[in-house]
């Protein structure tokens, strides 16, 4: 337990330097695990640098640190008073001293009042802790109340929102941004007013290659068996239903790329000739086409020298390791291979 210079009282877990912030912050157990990690805080913050920003539902501070760090006066209000006593502390912490924190319901009258004319009104709002399916009126605040609750002070509003929704299920006008972090899904951004760019935006960090929509929908080839070349597009790419965009940006780099869809899960590019981009997250060489037959399989990895598997395919998870050993058996080589598998033909492939 921890007293503070407030005199609060805190259960108190002091976090050491490690990958969400590059300072150790002050947090309970949820308060951290839905902070904003610092590398997206920072790409965010610099998107919506801006003179007067209100983050109105700030929680321990991860985003308020790096929206202080960029506009001139920041407004964080939380409603949970432990939590605001830890997003003090880390601002603190960081150096920051050009917030104005309060303690309250966001939506409640006394809140609002304490808030002035801003640029931008930011809202990262909590999720029910259990929920089988994400939606997005279930959001604390709500969406809604929000622009209905500060439309008078802005027009210009972001949100962060739950990135396992597709954007067909945002029914809202706005950009919806996904941003993937070191090749996961991480976070979906939706930007209104003039802070909407595009329909669907990808972003990926920590490179910031960042892909937009165009009005059109294009189509563009399928094929079913791979060239030489497959690679994994990043997840932000994926969700954010822009795969026909970055092959269009790949093939006017002069290299044919087609898409495969491999599984309900799984979609690869694919070529005859390597190339690259920064929506690209791994490339394989495609070493062998073959029908998924797991003994012809362990034949051909002995034959060329492989270590290892990694099984990419929509299998049962009771059935991943059986099929996964009888296919590594008695592998003695030094190459790792990966396995993705469509339509019952096993794509082995070689990081490149
Ligand atoms: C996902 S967390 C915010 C995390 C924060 N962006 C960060 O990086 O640390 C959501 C926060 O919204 C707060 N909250 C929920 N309803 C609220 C309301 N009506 N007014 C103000 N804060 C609210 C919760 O207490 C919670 O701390």
Known sequence: MYLNDLGILYNQIILPRKKKFNQPVRSDSAGIRFATPEIVAQYRARRLKCRKLADISCGIGGQTIFFAKECEMVYAIEIDPKKIEYAKENCRQYGVDNVEFICADALSKDAIDQIPEVDIIFSDP???????????????????????????????????????????????????????????????????????RSDRSAVALPTGARINSDEKKIRLPEVNEPGSYAYEPEPSVIKADLLDQLIEEMQKQGTDVKWMDIDKKRILLTSDIHTQHPMIKNHYIVMHTTDMDTKNINTFLKKYDVESVILRAGVEPANYWPIRNEIENGLTGTRKVHIFVKDNKAIICEPV
């Open 126 to 196: 909590a999720r029910p802790a259990t929920e089988d399916k994400r939606n997005i009126m279930n959001l604390e605040p709500a969406i809604p109340n929000v622009i209905a609750a500060y439309s008078h002070k802005t027009h210009d509003f972001a949100f962060e929102a739950p990135p396992q929704l597709t954007p067909e299920k945002i029914p809202f006008d706005c950009e919806r941004e996904y941003l993937s972090l070191d090749g996961k899904l991480n976070r979906l951004t939706l930007y209104f007013g003039n802070l909407k």
